[in-house]
């Protein structure tokens, strides 16, 4: 199927590779069906494009490697309505916000995880109740941010 795109123009999905967020993203519950779209020039982004909203793109992050004791707790529940089998099947992503002072000033929300099960194409948001996370997560240290491309 072809869908059309702001950001990247038409793009040809095949069923295989959308995911469904049964009950959308914050703000987003609308959009449920979604592509992930690699950075090839940093693959510690990719972007999450709804198929059906040519407007809407997410930046998302690995956010283990933005802070390197983050974790997500997989409870049954979870585990149950993603479909989850195995650990190898899970990823974890963070959404990327980039201000208007630039890519330098980027933050993560580490609150709102995404959480896709690779094998089923199944995704949820998710809200941990956490005292140690933030919503707008510096995504760099200031030092580094001048040297990082999030592509698009």
Request: proline residues 5%; contains cysteine; aromatic residues 10%.
């Amino acid at each position: 199927m072809k869908i059309k795109t702001e950001r990247f123009g038409e793009l040809d999905v095949e069923e295989k590779d959308i995911y469904t967020f049964k009950k959308g993203l914050l703000a987003f519950e609308h959009l449920q069906k979604y592509v992930l779209i690699d950075i090839v020039e940093n693959p510690a982004f990719k972007w999450l494009q709804p198929i059906d909203n040519p407007r809407v793109a997410f930046l998302l992050v690995d956010p283990f490697l933005v802070k390197k004791d983050y974790y997500v707790d997989i409870d049954d529940y979870l585990k149950t309505e993603l479909e989850i089998e195995k650990q190898k099947d899970v990823l974890i992503y963070t959404i990327v916000t980039v201000p208007d002072t630039g890519f330098k000033d980027a933050t993560t929300n580490l609150v709102g995880p995404l959480v896709l099960n690779i094998k089923k194409r199944k995704g949820k948001q998710i809200v941990l109740e956490r005292d140690d996370l933030a919503i707008k997560y510096p995504l760099f240290p200031q030092k580094h941010a001048e040297k990082v491309s999030c592509g698009g």
